[in-house]
């Protein structure tokens, strides 16, 4: 079955610190890859997506992510990391074969700032 | 542009009862979808919709209908409502898979 996975469910990095929030995949076709974040009480924002262009795909708010067809991977990076960045990350996938296009979440990871 | 709109944005219900949560969309977009967010639990298709008159369901479908008459609308059917449907209920619209979706920002609903 086709899934994402995130590992984390949460993740505290100092202001300024480099931020990693991980995700793996598994498909048995091309996927496209998404993240988006989602402040609190709000509905989630696209941050980037992969959809079978350039691996390494720049998003919005500094954020970037590579996607690594051998480690079945889509990790979301920052360089340095700001207050404002504080709120929750999803993964999600779908798949070109995927049925009329519907995303599959991970589970989420919260990101917390630390000043 | 408004993007997609849902209403309410609060609502507590009592067991048993139904309500309707709206949602309606000016991007002309075919693909529209509901989810439901439970901590910790990523977000959970219910049911989507390729284009208006056509409509399937997701992955937790019970407890739930829709109904899509135009290509704008797309409103969610609760029909006695349980304590287990109590949720962040989120629409979404897409133009097609490889553009992501566009979210509404989200109906909280508590089923006392």
């Known amino acids: 079955a086709q899934s994402v996975t995130q590992l984390g469910s949460h993740v505290s990095v100092s202001e300024g610190a480099l931020v990693l929030l991980r995700c793996n995949y598994s498909s048995s076709v091309p996927p496209y890859l998404f993240w988006y974040v989602q402040y609190p009480n709000q509905g989630l924002q696209l941050l980037l997506k992969?959809?079978?262009?350039?691996?390494l795909v720049k998003g919005i708010n500094g954020f970037e992510a590579e996607f690594k067809k051998s480690e079945t991977s889509f990790h979301l990076t920052k360089p340095s990391a700001h207050m404002s960045d504080a709120a929750e990350y999803f993964c999600a996938v779908t798949f070109s074969g995927g049925s009329q296009g519907n995303l599959i979440f991970g589970k989420g990871t919260k990101l917390s700032v630390k000043p | 542009n408004a993007g997609v709109t849902q209403t309410p944005k609060f609502r507590i219900l009592k067991i048993g009862q139904s309500m309707t949560l709206q949602c309606a969309q000016d991007?002309?977009?075919?693909?529209m979808y509901w989810y439901r967010q439970d901590p910790g639990m990523g977000l959970k298709l219910i049911y989507y919709s390729v284009g208006a008159g056509i409509t399937d369901k997701g992955e937790v479908p019970n407890g739930y209908n829709v109904s899509r008459s135009t290509t704008e609308d797309f409103p969610l059917r609760l029909e006695l409502a349980a304590p287990s449907q109590t949720s962040v209920y989120f629409c979404a619209s897409s133009r097609d898979r490889a553009y992501g979706y566009t979210f509404g920002s989200g109906t909280r609903l508590t089923v006392v």
């Open positions: 992969y959809t079978s262009a350039a691996t």
């Open positions: 991007m002309n977009h075919n693909y």
